[in-house]
């Protein structure tokens, strides 16, 4: 199992260029979010999606949107892309949102935003 | 949702046993608490979680008293590997999970 994969490791846009962040996960979860992390920071909610076909705000939802493709994928677009939103995404999966569910987190997406 | 707090760092020796304390005292009856672990350049992985009295896993122990205002994890013989940020989570009640700061260890030789 390669768990929770997201693409690109690493991008660079300018301001008002648009971009889709990919991610999968093989766990069969239901459940799967995106966060944002600026530097010294915590994880920052951005959206969720509690099963196939839903999706919901999280935190900081503005400046983006989510696509639940299927069970499997959840996608992140930055429709025009500001400074602002220069940060580290983490695309995260649990098993159904349950108080004791635990969130297995890809390894990151680092965008920055010139 | 349950506010946490934690020192914003601490630095340790090898061999030596951390304990890191976290206050809730917001949480609600059905809370539970959570600690991940944040790996530069890596996303946080799950350690451990409890409810009430003590849970031992084999990477930590989580001590949460009676009035569940507050939880430590303690790391036995920490090492070198172990500096990281670690994060504690109360109300893991689904999907909106509030992520703090966490606390910077530095494990130093």
């Known amino acids: 199992n390669a768990g929770v994969t997201q693409t690109p490791k690493f991008q660079v846009l300018k301001t008002g260029q648009s971009m889709t962040l990919q991610c999968a996960q093989d766990m069969n979860h239901n459940s799967m979010y995106w966060y944002r992390q600026d530097p010294g920071m915590g994880l920052r909610l951005i959206y969720y999606?509690?099963?196939?076909?839903?999706?919901d705000k999280g935190e900081v939802p503005n400046g983006y949107n989510v696509s639940r493709l299927n069970k499997r994928e959840f996608s992140l677009r930055l429709e025009s892309a500001a400074p602002s939103q220069t940060s580290v995404y983490f695309c995260a999966s649990s098993v159904k949102g349950a108080r004791t569910d635990t969130q297995y987190f890809g390894p990151g997406t680092r965008l920055t935003v010139l | 949702l349950a506010k946490t707090t934690q020192p914003i760092s601490m630095d340790s020796y090898e061999g030596q046993e951390v304990n890191i304390t976290c206050s809730h005292n917001n949480i609600a009856t059905n809370d539970y608490i959570t600690w991940y672990q944040q790996f530069p350049s890596q996303g946080p992985r799950f350690i451990i979680q409890g409810y009430k009295t003590k849970v031992t896993n084999e990477v930590a122990s989580l001590f949460i008293p009676a009035d569940r205002k507050s939880s430590t994890l303690s790391l036995p013989r920490v090492s070198l590997s172990d500096t990281a940020v670690y994060y504690c989570l109360a109300d893991t009640g689904g999907f909106k999970t509030i992520f703090g700061a966490g606390t910077r260890l530095f494990v130093k030789a």
């Open positions: 999606s509690a099963s196939e076909g839903t999706t």
